[in-house]
């Protein structure tokens, strides 16, 4: 692990590093571009007060709005390429690993709404919304994974509620002999799930604590079909992994949480974020390399949990 952080360390400053700068160059640019508009807009209207003639504040007019336009063009690419760019170099690097691959990267693909509730972690929504599409493949295991924030309407408030804001990934499950479901849940959020876990029971599921570590199920909760056998889907290393990560998770105070299913042929693997991740800012530097670790090691978390699955068909 150790090994790896300084893999990643030395890529970040090798790679990462120099294109932060770049774009951190493009911002300060921008903004003293949008500084000197706004002062060039003010003598502009200036200066038709003082004409007060109308075929020339028509044209002055006319030629604000298309500067603004301009503006706002800029700003808008400055956007749509900053997160792209990113993450197209953190795929390099993982893809390094002999273990994954990736086929395809699509910043504004989405997972379908249909599949995201085929993993019946969540049961419904009235808002969908996603980006950052990555299909590849754990060893010889497909996946795919995006960014999703799922909102629904509150029964209570004039609002609506949050369901999901994180990286949802599904992949294949190489056991064709699997039947029924898999469900694990945390147990910090049993009161908000209490629909997917009814609707889990309607299905056959039901609670299991039989070869689960103590300590996994002090923050999980596992529900399973009978036709299950839990201690072959969920092993102790895979119990382990999930709770290193959720322990870094306390220490770093962020509210994060990992979800987790297998429903036929299918993993489902959702890990929440209490915050936008390689979002750009404007107005603030972006130059950060613990924003740029943290969503590394969120999808190198899903990418190996998936991994011991595949270790363990």
């Known amino acids: 692990m150790l090994s790896a952080y300084h893999d990643f360390r030395l890529f970040y400053n090798q790679s990462i590093y120099p294109e932060l700068l770049h774009l951190e160059q493009r911002r300060r640019r921008l903004l003293r571009l949008l500084a000197l508009s706004g002062f060039l807009v003010l003598l502009v209207v200036a200066l038709q007060i003082y004409l007060s003639v109308f075929i020339v504040t028509l044209i002055l007019a006319l030629l604000v709005g298309c500067w603004v336009a301009y503006l706002l063009f800029r700003v808008q690419v400055f956007f749509q390429e900053f997160k792209p760019r990113i993450i197209t170099l953190l795929l390099d690097f993982i893809d390094n690993d002999v273990n994954f691959s990736f086929e395809k990267y699509q910043p504004k693909g989405v997972i379908p709404a249909a599949r995201f509730f085929e ?6 929504a009235d808002e969908y919304q996603g980006e950052d599409l990555i299909r590849g493949q754990v060893r010889e295991t497909p996946f795919e994974l995006c960014e999703l924030r799922v909102r629904e309407f509150s029964p209570v408030r004039n609002r609506l509620d949050r369901v999901f804001y994180g990286i949802f990934l599904i992949a294949d499950y190489q056991r064709w002999d699997m039947h029924g479901g898999l469900l694990v849940l945390p147990d910090a959020y049993r009161k ?51 709770l290193q990560f959720r322990e870094r998770f306390q220490h770093m ?47 190198r978390l899903l990418l190996d949990v998936v991994l011991d699955v595949d270790a363990m068909n």
């Open 253 to 299: 105070n962020r509210l994060k949480e990992i979800y987790f299913s297998i429903i036929g042929d299918k993993i489902y693997l959702a890990l929440t974020q209490d915050k936008n991740m390689l979002e750009p800012s404007l107005f603030q530097p972006n130059v950060s390399y613990e924003i740029v670790r943290e969503f590394y090691d969120d999808l």
């Open 192 to 242: 908000y799930m209490s629909k997917s876990e009814r609707a889990f029971h309607l299905t056959g599921g039901r609670r299991v604590r039989d070869n689960m570590l103590p300590e996994f199920e002090a923050f999980f909760d596992t529900y399973a079909t009978p036709d299950v056998r839990v201690k072959e889907v969920m092993s102790v290393d895979m119990q382990r992994r999930i």
């Open 119 to 124: 993993s019946q972690i969540f049961v419904g």
